[in-house]
């Protein structure tokens, strides 16, 4: 790729995650987590402009999109359904009440099943958690080892899941039954020495797109673990990737002013906004959320 990612927003957010494409109403949609913020913009050649905002009483860190365009929305501890007409559902609560952990990163499986990762508050921690929110709103329980639980993604064909636990710099991979909800063993598919997997998002040639947090770098890992294509950022907190468009061949970045230092904020004035660039290979399409199910049942 001989392009270099452009900065799509003109405003910056504290800290932009979570971006995914609804390719059914041409919408992307975003968090900004620290702001308590769920945002919806439109994509013109690569630009991106915000058309709405959802505000909330705690943090947000994830979003999914069900056919009929209602949002699922990863508040602080638990779900939100958010409807079409602005109203909204309370579904179920992930994390205990008073508990300093959060929500954090999510995303639908090939069956539409939303799942969501969590990280602390107050420091390391080698208990988080990734869950599934199963169509009867129970919750089940995939990992609960984790130091920060991050980016999701599914293989093409639907038989392979990937996860990210930030704290330890690695992208795991296990087979995955999308029919039968059944996960296999985890493995590790990346390990970055010293380095920060953030969002994640997989493209149609089976290569995985990863931020890495900290390095201003978005990159391209081949199947086998080899780079094939780094994109250097202007703005060192590189927080999450999609592909959005009709063709799904732009690539839109998220990054960050959290955790900048004044000198940083200086050196990188586009940090927090979003960053658009034309991929080569188009993406993987976002399955969409099954929520009328669960919604009649919570």
């Known amino acids: 790729m001989t392009s270099v990612p ?16 609804d390719a059914a109403r041409r919408r992307l949609l975003w968090v900004d987590i620290l702001r308590n913020m769920l945002l919806e913009g439109t994509l013109d050649e690569g630009r991106i402009t915000v058309v709405r905002r959802h505000a909330f009483e705690s943090l947000v860190g994830a979003v999914a999109i069900a056919d009929d365009g209602t949002l699922l929305v990863a508040a602080q ?75 999701l993604a599914w293989s093409a064909d639907g038989r392979r899941m990937y996860s990210v636990d930030t704290g330890r710099g690695t992208v795991f991979v296990r087979d995955y039954d999308a029919a039968t909800g059944a996960v296999g063993e985890r493995h590790v598919h990346l390990r970055l020495r010293d380095e920060l997997p953030d969002g994640i998002a997989l493209d149609a040639a089976g290569h995985l797109w990863v931020a890495v947090w900290g390095a201003g770098e978005v990159r391209r890992y081949a199947p086998d673990g080899a780079v094939t294509d780094r994109l250097t950022v202007p703005a060192p907190h590189t927080s ?14 998220t990054t960050a002013t959290a955790e900048l230092s004044r000198q940083q904020r200086q050196a990188h004035p586009d940090s927090g906004r979003l960053f658009t660039v034309r991929a080569d290979v188009p993406g993987i399409p976002v399955p969409t959320w099954s929520g009328s199910r669960l919604t009649a049942a919570i």
């Open 6 to 21: 452009a900065a799509a927003t003109a405003e910056a957010f504290h800290l932009a995650e979570g971006p995914v494409w």
């Open 77 to 151: 501890q638990q779900l939100i359904v958010l409807r079409n007409d602005g109203s909204r559902q309370e579904g179920p609560r992930v994390i205990p009440a008073r508990e300093p952990r959060r929500l954090n990163d999510g995303g639908t499986d090939p069956a539409g099943r939303f799942l969501v990762g969590t990280l602390s508050l107050s420091g390391l921690s080698e208990r988080e958690q990734l869950v599934r929110l199963e169509p009867d709103g129970r919750i089940t329980e995939l990992d609960g080892d984790l130091a920060l639980s991050n980016g």
């Open 240 to 253: 999450s990737v999609a592909f959005a468009g009709d063709d799904l061949r732009t690539l839109v970045i």
